[in-house]
C-alpha cells in the first residue's frame, strides 16, 4: 500500500492536482509530473522571497500572541537551536550574492540571542585584544609598566550596544516613514533588522583578534576585508527594501547604512589600538647649541 | 520538580531533612523549633551546608545537593573575597587601573543574572535561584586562584610568575567552567545546549582575565 501512501502525501503537498484513482497506470504519469514540478515551484518560492512580506507578517504575527508582560513572550525572541544560530552566523560572513539573508536565515523567527552574545563577545574581545596588542607593543620599553585599562570595557559596551540597538531604531523608524509614503516597499520588523545587525557584527570578533598583529597594513587590510563582507550582507538586505524608492533617497540610505559600519570598525581599531611602532633607525640631529637631541619617529 | 526526575544521586550524600507527620497531638512541646536551640547550632548547620557545596564543587560529580538547597551564602562569600583580593592594583590613573569592587562585584552578580535569564528564556528547567547558586559557587576554584596569583606576586613578579600564573589561572578556568557545566547542563534541552555553555564559558573567561591581569603596583 505504499503507493497509496505516496499519492496521499502527494496529494496534500499539490492539492490542486487531479486525481485519477482507480488505475495504475495513469497515477505513473501523474507522480512524474508533481515531482518535476515540486522544485520549480521551490525555486518560485526562493527569487520571490522579496515580495513574500505579506505572507511572513501575517506568520509573524501569529506567532507572538503572549502579551507582553508575560515570560513566554520573550520566549519566542529565543526560539532556536544550536544549528540554526551556527547557520545564521555562517550567512553572516559568506554572503551568498542574490539572497537576501533575512529571508534566507531568519524566515520570520528573528532571535534575540545572536545580536546580544555577539555583542557581549565583541565587547570583551576588543578590549582584551586592545590590551593585548598594546602590551606587546610597548613591551621593550623601560618605562612602561602594564596596566589593565579595565575602563575601556565600559566604553566599548557602550559603543557597541549603542550601536547595535539604536541605528537599526533608526533604520526601522526611517524604513516605516518611507514606507507610508512609497506603497511598494518591503518593511522589515524591528527584531528582523537588530537581528541583521548583530549578526553582521560577528566577522569583527576574528578581525579583533587579528588586529593584535602590530602592523598598520596588515591592520586596515582586515578593516577593508571584514567591512566587504559584512558590508555586502547589509547591502544586500537593504537595497531590496529602499530600491522602489526614490532614486537619490536609496543610495544615500544604503551609503549611511556602510559608512557607520565603517565608522564604527576605524573607530575601534583607533580608541582600542595604540598605533604601532615604526622600525626607523633613530637620527641624530645636532641641535643649535651644541647638544645632540635624538629625535624618535612614530 | 521536573528538572529533579533524571539526577541520580550518588550513595555517599546523605539524606538530611526532618520529616514531621503531623499525627498525635498538637500540643507545642512536641514540635522542635529551631528558635530554641543555640545560636551556635543554627550557624552550624549553615557553614555546614555552604562547606558541603564547596566540597561539591571541587569534586563535581552528579549530585543534587547543590540544586535542592540552594543557597547564596558561599557565592556572596566568594565574590566579596574575590572583589576585596582584586584590589590594590596598579592604578597611574584611575582610567588605566584594573576593576573597582563595585566593578567587580556587578560584573559577577549581574554576569550570573543574565546567564540565569539566558538559560531561562531558550527553554531550560532550572529555578531562578538554583542557577544562581550553582554559578556563584563555581566561582570557587578562580578564588583560589587568585590567592594563588597574589602569593606568586610577593614572591616576584617577572616572567616566570607570569608563566606559573597563566598556567594555575587557565587550569582553574576549566575546572569551573566544567563544574558549572556538569551541573547546569542537564536542565537544557539537548539541542541547545551549545547555547547555554557558551555564556557560562564567556563569564569565567572575564572573571579569569581580571584574575590574570591584576598587577601589583
Known amino acids: 500500500f505504499a503507493e497509496f501512501d505516496d499519492a496521499a502525501n502527494l496529494l496534500a503537498a499539490n492539492p490542486d492536482a487531479t486525481t485519477i484513482s482507480i488505475d495504475e ?6 507522480n512524474q509530473h508533481s515531482r518535476l514540478q515540486e522544485p520549480g515551484r521551490e525555486e518560485d518560492d526562493e527569487l520571490l522571497g522579496t515580495d ?78 586592545g590590551n593585548l596588542s598594546n602590551f606587546f607593543i610597548h613591551l621593550g620599553k623601560p618605562t612602561y609598566h602594564y596596566v589593565p585599562e579595565f575602563r575601556k570595557v565600559s566604553i566599548a559596551a557602550t559603543t557597541i550596544y549603542a550601536y547595535a540597538w539604536l541605528v537599526p531604531l533608526a533604520l526601522w523608524g526611517f524604513l516605516m516613514w518611507r514606507n507610508s509614503k512609497v506603497m511598494n516597499i518591503v518593511s ?111 | 520538580f521536573p528538572g529533579l526526575a533524571d539526577v541520580s544521586i550518588s550513595q555517599d550524600i546523605p539524606v538530611e531533612g526532618e520529616i514531621t507527620v503531623p499525627v498525635g497531638s498538637q500540643s507545642p512541646d512536641e514540635d522542635y523549633s529551631t528558635l530554641d536551640e543555640p545560636v551556635k547550632d543554627t550557624i552550624m548547620r549553615d557553614l555546614k551546608a555552604v562547606g ?98 597574589r602569593l606568586v606576586l610577593l614572591a616576584s613578579a617577572g616572567t616566570i610568575s607570569f608563566i606559573i600564573r597563566l598556567i594555575v589561572v587557565g587550569a582553574m578556568f576549566g575546572w569551573s567552567t566544567l563544574a558549572s557545566t556538569a551541573f547546569l547542563a542537564d536542565s537544557q534541552p539537548p539541542n541547545r545546549k551549545a547555547l547555554v555553555v557558551y555564556p557560562i564559558f564567556l563569564f569565567y573567561f572575564v572573571i579569569s582575565w581580571m584574575i590574570l591581569t591584576f598587577t601589583p603596583q
Request: net charge neutral.
Open chain 1, 25 to 30: 497506470p495513469v497515477e505513473i504519469p501523474k
Open chain 1, 52 to 129: 513574500d512580506s505579506d505572507k511572513t507578517e501575517l506568520l509573524a504575527g501569529q506567532k507572538k500572541s503572549a502579551p507582553f508582560w508575560t515570560f513566554e513572550y520573550y520566549q519566542t525572541f529565543f526560539d532556536v537551536d544550536t544549528y540554526q544560530v551556527l547557520d545564521r552566523i555562517k550567512g553572516s560572513v559568506f554572503p551568498v550574492p542574490g539572497k537576501n539573508f533575512v529571508r534566507l536565515y531568519i524566515r520570520s523567527n528573528p532571535d534575540l540571542y545572536g545580536p546580544f552574545w555577539i555583542c557581549a563577545t565583541l565587547v570583551f574581545t576588543i578590549a582584551v585584544s
Open chain 1, 188 to 298: 522589515y520588523s524591528f527584531l528582523e533588522i537588530v537581528c541583521v545587525y548583530g549578526y553582521s557584527l560577528f566577522i569583527y570578533i576574528p578581525t579583533a583578534i587579528l588586529w593584535i598583529i602590530p602592523q598598520n597594513v596588515v591592520r586596515w587590510v582586515l578593516v577593508v576585508f571584514s567591512l566587504c563582507l559584512s558590508g555586502s550582507v547589509l547591502v544586500m538586505t537593504f537595497w531590496p527594501a529602499v530600491r522602489d524608492d526614490n532614486r537619490r533617497i536609496a543610495v544615500a540610505t544604503v551609503a549611511t547604512i556602510l559608512l557607520l559600519h565603517a565608522l564604527l570598525a576605524v573607530g575601534c581599531l583607533a580608541y582600542f589600538f595604540d598605533a604601532p611602532e615604526l622600525d626607523i633607525p633613530v637620527p641624530i640631529i645636532p641641535a643649535h647649541n651644541g647638544t645632540t637631541v635624538v629625535t624618535k619617529s612614530h
Open chain 2, 52 to 149: 558541603k557545596k564547596f566540597v561539591h564543587v571541587m569534586y563535581p560529580r552528579k549530585s543534587s545537593a547543590l540544586l535542592r538547597d540552594w543557597d547564596l551564602w558561599g557565592p556572596l562569600v566568594l565574590c566579596v573575597s574575590l572583589a576585596l583580593m582584586l584590589q590594590g592594583g596598579s592604578a597611574d590613573s584611575k582610567d588605566d587601573g584594573g576593576p573597582q569592587f563595585a566593578e567587580v562585584f556587578v560584573i559577577i552578580w549581574f554576569g550570573a543574572v543574565v546567564i540565569t535569564l539566558n538559560s531561562k528564556l531558550l527553554g531550560g528547567t532550572i529555578s531562578f535561584f538554583q542557577s544562581l547558586c550553582v554559578l556563584g559557587y563555581c566561582v570557587l576554584p578562580l578564588t583560589v586562584a587568585m590567592l594563588v596569583c
